[in-house]
């Protein structure tokens, strides 16, 4: 499973699965070190997710040929 | 004044007034049309007004159980009908009206209409919570179907960006009063579904009178809320207003800030969970390398891999000790048989017949060399030779005597 594929929640999930794995305590060491390295680096992607997000708002119209168009979104 | 007539008290003039009127049919079931004036809710939940029109007035009380379920404020100056019963009440001597029901003039048939809607919708099961589908926790992309005028849009824009910025806001413009805001609408809801342009919708208006809200009763917009595969949040007016759309959308939001609420999480509680799983995962792997050093560490106080001689020297201890045991056996066996001989030597000398001699005995033997070992043995005239321990002497026998009696007597 590669890091770039997943979405927040997806990797909320995982991440969610990877602390219950070390939690549990029963990997052989460098599975276990593996697991952590993952977690860590998901945690990081996470936050730096939230860090970097900047509301994006756009308005969606009927273009010519019915697929949507995205325009600004201006006051009216 | 005439004194011949009977003379009442007060309470019996007010209760015979009000049995006069509680008799009359028309009385016990009136509609009544007029203008709301001095209105005022009191603490207790009662509502108290007056009923006018340009030459008289009527005033008028709704208990709390039944004001409560007015589904518009009621103000002064709104022209009204007003449903209920006309009493006395005796307390001040004066009638009244006690209004079970009020309808705000011209909307009589449009609150008949959403209700007779209502029910058939419900009949029909659009708001059969079975079809409720759930919000998705974390939308990535939402679409807003309101006006893009308007306080509504703009007070969701603030609170889903403030609480999760990540998810994309897509605003559908449509007109949400007038003749025309139905079926724009219905139509934003079922184009947004028919191109997936998100996976949650909010749909909704700012509030208003109920006219303003009308448009979130038509049955245009039921359906094509109850037919979206993207699941629709309702936020309709403020808290007391409830529109079709919001009893058959996947969830009733009371006002647009409340829909920004209920549709996305607040970062800041995400962050704490992401805190709390990076603890976690810290705690549980300092833990567990903090088991495996103690297993280390017992393992390095064995001194066998702390000095790799002490193996061979232990081997070599091992082998001296063997050594030792096997000498020191040897060396038993060595003196045990030292002194059997020993033992055996002495013994031997013991009965050396040369010791014996030394003790003065002499030994005879015959001139054969014979032992001679019985005095009956010998004759007269038989030589003898004596052997002492430093010599010998030839000797002839004289006489012999016998003593053997002498000796057992």
């Known amino acids: 499973m590669s890091d770039k594929e997943l979405s927040f929640e997806q990797s909320l999930a995982r991440l969610d699965e990877i602390v219950r794995h070390l939690e549990k305590g029963d990997l052989p060491l460098q599975d276990s070190l593996t697991l952590f390295t993952e977690g860590t680096a998901l945690l990081k992607r996470c936050n730096e997710m939230l860090d970097a997000a900047e509301q994006t708002v756009v308005k969606l119209k009927k273009g010519p040929d019915r697929e949507p168009v995205e325009l600004p979104f201006e006051d009216e | ?409």
């Not at chain 2, 340009?54 to 709704?62: A, D, F, K």
């Not at chain 2, 139509?187 to 919708?201: C, H, M, P, S, T």
């Not at chain 2, 002492?388 to 006489?399: H, I």
């Open chain 2, 1 to 409: 004044m005439n004194m011949d007539r009977p003379v009442l008290s007060v309470t019996e003039l007010n209760e015979r007034i009000k049995g006069l009127l509680d008799r009359d049919p028309l009385l016990s079931e009136v509609c009544v049309r007029g203008e709301l004036s001095n209105y005022k809710i009191y603490p207790s939940g009662h509502h108290y007004f007056t009923l006018k029109d340009s030459e008289s007035s009527l005033r008028c009380v709704m208990f709390r159980t039944q004001a409560s379920k007015l589904r518009f404020r009621p103000e002064s100056g709104m022209g009204v009908t007003a449903y209920g019963r006309v009493t006395v009440y005796p307390r001040d001597g004066a009638y009244q009206l006690y209004c079970t029901q009020l309808m705000p003039e011209g909307m009589g048939d449009l609150q008949v209409a959403y209700e007779q809607l209502k029910a058939r919708l419900e009949a029909e099961g659009l708001f059969d919570p079975a079809h409720k589908k759930p919000l998705p926790l974390f939308p990535q992309k939402i679409a807003i179907v309101t006006s893009s005028a308007g306080a509504a849009v703009h007070d969701m824009m603030r609170i889903l960006g403030r609480r999760w910025p990540m998810s994309k806001l897509l605003v559908l413009p449509v007109r949400v009063q007038g003749a025309e805001a139905p079926a724009e609408i219905a139509g934003a809801i079922r184009y947004a579904n028919e191109f997936k342009v998100a996976d949650l919708i909010i749909t909704g208006r700012g509030g208003g009178s109920i006219e303003d809200l009308w448009a979130f009763n038509d049955e245009r917009v039921a359906r094509a809320i109850f037919a979206s595969e993207i699941p629709v949040i309702s936020a309709v007016g403020h808290e007391p207003d409830v529109t079709i759309s919001d009893y058959v959308a996947d969830r009733r939001a009371s006002t647009p800030s409340n829909a920004a609420e209920i549709a996305v999480p607040d970062q800041n509680e995400i962050r704490e969970v992401l805190a709390g799983y990076a603890l976690r995962a810290d705690q549980s792997e300092r833990k567990r390398l903090e088991a495996l050093r103690e297993r280390l560490r017992a393992l390095e106080d064995k001194r066998v891999l702390n000095d790799p001689s002490a193996a061979l020297e232990m081997r070599r201890q091992d082998l001296d000790h063997r050594l030792q045991r096997l000498l020191s056996a040897e060396e038993r066996i060595v003196s045990a048989r030292r002194q059997s001989f020993v033992r055996l030597a002495a013994s031997l000398d013991a009965m050396s017949p040369l010791r014996v001699l030394r003790r003065g005995y002499a030994v005879a033997t015959d001139d054969r060399g014979a032992l001679v070992r019985s005095a009956a043995a010998l004759s007269a005239g038989d030589r003898v030779k004596l052997r002492f321990t430093d010599g010998a002497a030839d000797c002839r026998v004289e006489t012999v005597e016998n003593d053997t009696e002498e000796r057992y007597v």
